[in-house]
């Protein structure tokens, strides 16, 4: 079983429309959670944190579920740019060796016109 | 500020040919970070540096890759021979070391490797 596992889609959405990806963790003792997002031929990048209680940024909302070992990522109002994979991250480590981050296979989202 | 730098950005070699990757992470940042990140596949971490000393290596394949991180700062991940599997691209990361907490992990643009 992967440690991080995510539906590789791809996603094909219209513009406007409303997204949700999942993502399951096999570790309980993982210390944090994020969403990364990757486009096409470019390097990750931070797209947020995620915690219990839910969090947002903007049209993006993410969710934790530590009971069920499970993160989520809601896109509402889809854009052109929202195009590109969304990585599921999970810490394994959080002390002064830094971090260890194990990273999902990553959904691909296509936004259309 | 200057993201990380990685050079080179493409690479093409035969198998069994040697070939060498530099990172020269954010100026401060002591944790440094090599992932390896196969077509299709999420980012794997291959080794991981704090300061010029190794934190985790434990998914690096030892009997091939090499890194070092001689003076704390610019690191070199080094593939001998290559294999057809090596076919990836190579990210660096670098974060500054805290003591508690997620400390950012930033990302270069990778190097493209193909072994033919």
């Known amino acids: 079983r992967k440690e991080v596992e995510q539906d590789p889609g791809p996603f094909n959405v219209p513009e406007g429309a409303t997204v949700a990806f999942n993502c399951t963790y096999s570790n309980s003792a993982s210390q944090s959670f994020f969403w990364y997002r990757q486009d096409c031929r470019k390097e990750p990048k931070l797209l947020m944190s995620v915690y219990s209680s839910g969090n947002e940024d903007g049209r993006f909302t993410a969710q934790l579920n530590r009971a069920s070992q499970y993160i989520s990522l809601l896109i509402r109002d889809s854009k052109l740019s929202d195009s590109a994979t969304y990585l599921c991250v999970v810490n394994m480590r959080n002390n002064n060796a830094g971090n260890m981050l194990t990273f999902g296979g990553g959904t691909r989202l296509m936004v259309k016109p | 500020e200057a993201g990380v730098a990685q050079s080179p950005r493409y690479k093409i070699i035969e198998k069994r040919q040697s070939v060498a990757f530099w990172c020269n992470p954010i100026?401060?940042?002591?944790?440094l970070y090599w992932y390896q990140q196969i077509l299709g596949q999420g980012p794997k971490l291959l080794i991981q540096?704090?300061?010029?000393?190794?934190?985790?290596d434990s998914q690096l394949p030892k009997d091939r890759f090499s890194a070092e991180r001689l003076k704390g700062v610019d690191s070199t991940l080094k593939i001998q021979p290559a294999k057809l599997e090596d076919s990836a691209v190579y990210l660096c990361?670098?974060?500054?070391?805290?003591?508690?907490?997620?400390?950012?992990?930033?990302f270069g643009p990778g190097t493209r490797l193909t072994v033919l």
């Open positions: 540096f704090q300061n010029n000393g190794v934190v985790d």
């Open positions: 100026s401060g940042h002591a944790t």
């Open positions: 990361a670098s974060s500054l070391a805290g003591t508690s907490g997620y400390n950012e992990q930033f």
